[in-house]
Nanobody
Framework: QVQLVESGGGLVQAGGSLRLSCAAS????????MGWYRQAPGKQRELVAR???????NYADSVKGRFTISRDNAKNTVYLQMNSLKPEDTAVYYC???????????????WGQGTQVTVSS
């Protein structure tokens, strides 16, 4: 069994900051790309940022320059530092990871349960 557990969401005023964390645990042999997605009410889930096992990153245009994704491979954890938050960043944020559970196994997609981020104006 593999679990992704997010933490760090909450309520913040516009212009403020939050840091999300997502820790993977369980039967893990290796982790490929890790990322953060979000889903606002009435909208589709969208990519926010992702980071490869080697540290390459990419971001949605809407968050470039404000959000920073990072990972600690020793802890199987990915972070999302969110600065200069805007009301339009309000959403449920989901952690995602491609995880292999054994030598030679293919990557499988795993998702966290989601954490609410609310930015007030």
């Amino acid at each position: 069994q593999v679990q992704l557990v997010e933490s760090g969401g909450g309520l913040v005023q516009a212009g403020g900051s939050l840091r999300l964390s997502c820790a993977a645990s369980g039967r893990i042999f290796s982790i490929n790309t890790m990322g953060w997605y979000r889903q606002a009410p009435g909208k589709q889930r969208e990519l926010v940022a992702r980071i490869s096992s080697g540290g390459s990153t990419n971001y949605a245009d809407s968050v470039k320059g404000r959000f920073t994704i990072s990972r600690d491979n020793a802890k199987n954890t990915v972070y999302l530092q969110m600065n200069s938050l805007k009301p339009e960043d309000t959403a449920v944020y989901y952690c995602n990871a491609g995880i292999g559970i054994g030598l030679g196994s293919s990557w499988s997609d795993y998702w966290g349960q989601g954490t609410q981020v609310t930015v007030s104006s």
